[in-house]
């Protein structure tokens, strides 16, 4: 299918992906200039649908954004009331101090699906137009420039072929292209690749967060307490640490990020989020509840020394797609709706240029660039393990408060980090009332996938799984990945279940060799999410 062949459409400014960065970036566009045509594309059913994170939100982002939210039925109403920091070992529990800094007074548990669900009702009542279940696939060049994206066919089979339901996607340009997918974006990817925006920054890393809903018994529900945990399970093996976050109505988001920078193959970030939900600090909390919803996502974790030249010709990248989550404070909202907020003053001031340079300038001097440098190590310093990432936290915040003389930078990949003949981890046995099979949890994620759509993950050589990640890692991809949908069959084939996906990405991203890519598969397909 040829480009003259497709629908185009024109707008002034294109949003791909309805998430906090891209529905403050089209609000804040109205704000600026009613007079903006603006569209965002949305690869979820609906949108929220595709949305996850933990979630307690520091508030600044939305107060500048939309100052009278509160009187607006915004879905944020469950204020911090009390919070903790734990050290756990296998049996037992350390409190650790929280340092004022880092304290949530102030800030809100909330559904991030939920808030975006209303951010973008928001944005329609200012004129922004929002386009749910349609997948952007590719960016277009033009004489080096982007001016627009293209949207993925529908109906086409398996196998290559069209049905009976063929629509080939949508050309959609316009004088400006905000990138706001989240990490790991897979147009982010195209231009960051294309423009080499990152010839100048750190290696990014990541992290995956999977996490459950709740609905707990009424006698052991908080609403409004924060658990952190730091320690038990991952140890040594990983980065990372758990959350217990009590919402209202008896909910409790639980969840554990693994980095995904993790040295053993055999380690597998879904069991370890199993053994932290049998924790005896744990396990009482869910005792006698139901779990009623499953996700997983990826989460970037590099830091300001590893964020990209921000603007190209004809674009710029917001949010997670570049990496403003704050990894020390573990928030992220308020730093993506405050990149929108920049990126879009930067567009509007850059309509006639060739670039919206003035983007990078208006971030550095921002108070996101700020907060982001203040904890630029603390991530780092954890690649030397984590007592070592403990003690360094602490000297850099209470002697140095966040100016010491030095900046750590990665320079390993996430994916060049796994060691060949490391020792197998044994995981117990999921009892099927706290801890789960992935195939009893997938179904709580609700995916929708037409099994006869291609399958999009993409192998650029279909060798390397047996011979390389098979006979030297022991097939890593079948214990990263949260959904199932890598399986070694007959010890010479691996399966591709793409139907399990839940767009997390870490195949994307902990592929030995960068041999799996991940496209977005027909819009709408995925998790179809409701509380996350």
Known sequence: MTADTRDVIHYDVI????????????????????????????????????????????????????PDWAN?????????????????????????????????????????????????????????????????????????????????????????????????????RSKQVVIAEGARGSLAKQVIKHYNLDKDSGVQTYGLGIKEIWQIEPSKHNEGRVEHYIGYPLGHNAYGGGFLYH????????????????????????????????????????????????????????????????????????????????VAKIKGVHNAIKSGMLASSAVVESLGKEEAIIYSTKLQQSSVYKELYKVRNFRPGFRLGLYFGLIH???????????????????????????????????PKADGIISFEKNASLHLANISHDENQPCHLHLKNTNIPIEINLKKFDSPESRYCPAGVYEIINSDKLQIHSQNCVHCKACDIKDPTQNITWYPPSGGSGPQYSEM
């Open 15 to 66: 949003i791909v992906g309805a998430g906090p960065s891209g529905l403050a970036a089209a609000i804040h566009l109205k704000q600026l200039d009613s007079r903006l045509s603006i569209a965002i594309i949305e690869k979820g059913a609906s949108v929220g649908a595709n949305i996850i994170s933990g979630c307690v939100m520091d508030p600044s982002g939305l107060n500048e954004l939309i």
């Open 72 to 172: 607006l039925d915004f879905p944020v109403s469950v204020k911090v009331a009390s919070e903790n920091l734990l050290f756990l070992t296998k049996n037992s529990k350390l409190q650790l101090p929280i340092p004022k800094d880092f304290a949530n007074d102030g800030n809100f548990i909330i559904s991030l699906s939920h808030l975006c669900s209303r951010l973008a009702s928001y944005a329609e009542d200012l004129g922004v137009e929002i386009f749910p279940a349609f997948a952007a696939v590719s960016t277009i060049f033009e004489d080096n420039k982007v001016v627009g994206i293209i949207t993925g066919d529908m109906g086409i089979a398996r196998d290559g072929t069209k049905t009976s339901n063929y629509q080939a996607g949508i050309e959609i």
């Open 247 to 326: 919402l209202d109505n008896g909910l409790l988001s639980i969840g554990l990020v693994t980095a995904l920078d993790y040295k053993n193959p055999h380690l597998n970030p879904y069991e370890e989020f199993q053994k932290f939900k049998l924790h005896p600090q744990i396990r009482p909390i869910l005792e006698g509840g139901k779990v009623i919803e499953y996700g997983a996502r990826s989460v970037v974790e590099g830091g300001v020394q590893a964020l990209p030249k921000l603007s190209f010709p004809g674009g710029v990248i917001v949010g997670d797609s570049a990496g403003f989550l704050n």
């Open 393 to 427: 936290a602490a000297i850099d915040y209470y002697l140095f408060r966040g100016i010491a003389p030095w900046t750590f930078r990665l320079k390993v990949k996430d994916n060049e980090r796994l060691q060949q003949n490391a020792k197998p981890i044994n995981y």
